[in-house]
Nanobody, 114 residues
Framework: QVQLVESGGGLVQAGGSLRLSCAAS????????MGWYRQGPGKQRELVAV???????NYADSVKGRFTISRDNAKNVVALQMNSLKPEDTAVYYC????????WGKGTLVTVSS
């Protein structure tokens, strides 16, 4: 089992920045991909960014050039630096980890005001 705990959400004005962090614990040696998904009001959960253990990264088109995902394998932490935030980035952001099974954090709310 893997446990994921997110931190760093909050309220920010459009154009501002936030940094999300997710710490993994439990049986973590087999985790391959870690990343972030989000679910906005009235929307389905969608991929934001994921990173493999080897550092391969995939971003949603809507966040390319604004968000940066990073991972510290030694500390089992994945972070998401979010710059130039837009109101449409408002969502609950969920940390995700995959080791053959898929694990989710409880989510952290990001609100971007216009």
């Amino acid at each position: 089992q893997v446990q994921l705990v997110e931190s760093g959400g909050g309220l920010v004005q459009a154009g501002g920045s936030l940094r999300l962090s997710c710490a993994a614990s439990g049986i973590i040696f087999s985790i391959n991909t870690m990343g972030w998904y989000r679910q906005g009001p009235g929307k389905q959960r969608e991929l934001v960014a994921v990173i493999s253990r080897g550092g391969r990264i995939n971003y949603a088109d809507s966040v390319k050039g604004r968000f940066t995902i990073s991972r510290d394998n030694a500390k089992n932490v994945v972070a998401l630096q979010m710059n130039s935030l837009k109101p449409e980035d408002t969502a609950v952001y969920y940390c995700n980890a995959v080791d053959g099974m898929t694990y989710w954090g409880k989510g952290t709310l990001v609100t971007v005001s216009s």
